[in-house]
């Protein structure tokens, strides 16, 4: 009835206030439609529906810009926007993405995926427009626990000394993916239990304005309020208290898990698709770990579900001490390990692949420069990790395997991780990782191997002439490349597994030069810098030939994995193809 009729922010403002509530009640019905079909970001999404659409009644965007932070709370802004199709009609899903794009609509100005940026962003837009003479309002849009991240408190610090207009509007919903941690949030709970009138205001400590809003999702007063700050000369913090889920009763009682998702039944929320739990080898190594050592503590960094850890489990973990929730703060995570693990703890810290990349400075200076024996968990890096451009992580191997006193491990099989995981946390030598690529598959042949002895790659066949380097994700192709070379030669292929990403095994290169001719590296990860251009500099000008295949150096996103291998020539085909180009 209303939403058929807008396509831009000029559309809302055709209508009346009191007309805003039944947009907002069209605009949560095409969320659900989308969400139910194809899964996304549930909870964040439609907690600030009716927000977002008083933001876009009072402030006139595009000239007036919104940054979402981590963006995953901009669905409705997106049918607002004039994307309305790719929500109420299936044919059109495919045209936006999750998360803002300017390469989608005007009123997007970053991609961006990753959490407490928006605020540094806003400033910057706000340092564009004075120093071009704008006069436009900067709207930084922070929620979902984005605040504990250490450069949301930088920018809210540089803002307390800003003296022009900078609206910054904290949609509270008491959560981040899974429960706040951090003293910030009894701040931000006394706030709300005292209608944003609590003496301990961390806000007004940073010497910001401050506005108050405890209904954040009666439209007619928060257009009363945002129209209040609109145009405001200094910056201010509009804290504004949503329920996260708003509006489907199971995802407003299980916050954590209608975070995100897959495609569900309205009806009860029940999957669309069910899949096979498995057994989860992480959550069991380190259930095991803190079973045995009493030393042992689990860091995590607001994703405590991809560990495995959750409800009452995971509550007397965290009052025992044993289990630490940093919130999002992942560099706070690992100098935390790396203080555990010098004071004599057993610190394991895990989280996914794209978020290790906040790290890079904890890891090289707090962790390795001290060489504490901590142990990180490095979640589904590379092509089969996640897909969107804002969640990739290809050159993990690049970032980390360099860092000196680091060993950097990848295992191929659950046996592998196993053997792993239980060196890396009893050793005392160094800060060991663990580089989790994909599900990994049971032998039934427990793994022997002395990982003190470090940098010895396995050699799971031997041929002659050719060798194929394999990192784990890729073992398959390169098996199914020897098999398919051999049926058309019937000369055997050399396939070797790194496993150590840290070093080479010198003595197996040196090994090589006596009968093979060509090697070849498979990496699921960016290839310039990588695991294989190592081997290419070690051989240098020996008359052996190398030959490197990775991801090509570029933001891929929504991408099938095996599709973009084949892209890159990795495929049993594409390999054969170029082993005939060299031999």
Known sequence: MYLEKINGPEDIKKLSVEQLQPLADEVRTALINRLSKIGGHHGPNLGVVELTVALHYVFDSPKDKIVFDVSHQCYPHKILTGRKRAYTDEEYFSEVTGYTNPLESEHDFFIVGHTSTSVSLALGLAKGRDATGGNENIIAFIGDGSLSGGETLEALDFAGEYDKNLIIIVNDNDQSIAENHGGMYKTLKALRESNGEA???IFKAFGLDYVYLDDGHNIKALVELLSRVKDTKRPIVVHIHTIKGKGLKYAEENREFWHAG????IEDGSPKYKRENGDNIIYNSLKGLLEKDKTAVILNAATPSGLGFVGAERDKLEKEGRFVDVGIAEENAVAMASGIAKN???????TFAPFFQRTYDQMSHDLCLNNS??????????VFGMNSNTHTAMCDIQMFAHIPNFVYLEPTTEEEYTAMFNFATTQTKNPIGLRITADLKSTGEKDETDYSDYNKNKVIQKGEKIAIFALHTLVDIALETAQKYKNKTGKEIT???????????????EN????HELIITLEDGLVEGGYGQRISAFYGTDKIKTVNLGITKHFHTDFKPLELLAKCDISAD???KIIEENL
């Open 373 to 382: 024996p901590a142990t990180m968990l490095v979640l589904y890096p590379g």
């Open 262 to 265: 897959g495609p569900f039944n």
């Open 495 to 509: 396939v070797i597994t790194p496993r150590f990403l840290t070093g080479l095994d010198t003595d197996l290169l």
């Open 344 to 350: 004599g703890g057993r610190a394991v810290f895990g």
């Open 512 to 515: 090589l030069k006596k009968d």
């Open 199 to 201: 003496e301990n205001n």
């Open 574 to 576: 594409g390999i054969i």
